[in-house]
């Protein structure tokens, strides 16, 4: 039986080997944790803008929304139809971002005054 000759060549090799597809096994695992975080969150917008569509078709898209940003806060007045295009909006970003979970997203915006 012939000896197999193991060189501190081979080792070193053979540990970045088992570090690459360690590392790689371990991207996979947070991108797609990333995936699900942001199929979630394009859901969410998707839910919101249901439900706002729902309210233009009965009241109209001009009829008023009052929206607060936080517990605490006060609220502010926005069309239905700048809140369904703000809430398309995003629903579109995560959508992407999901499908693309490698690339950056940029901060939502504030809605505007």
Known sequence: MP???VTLRKMMAAIA??????GGYMECKALR???EDYRRKAENHADI???LRAIAATSGE???????P????RSRRF???DVIEREAALH????RAARYPWLSVAPDEVMPR
């Open 3 to 5: 000896r197999i000759r």
């Open 17 to 22: 080997i088992v570090a690459v597809l360690l």
């Open 33 to 35: 944790r990333r995936a």
């Open 49 to 51: 803008e249901g439900v």
């Open 62 to 68: 001009g009829s008023p929304v009052d929206i607060s």
């Open 70 to 73: 936080g517990p605490g806060i």
């Open 79 to 81: 069309t239905v139809r």
């Open 92 to 95: 579109r970003k995560y959508e």
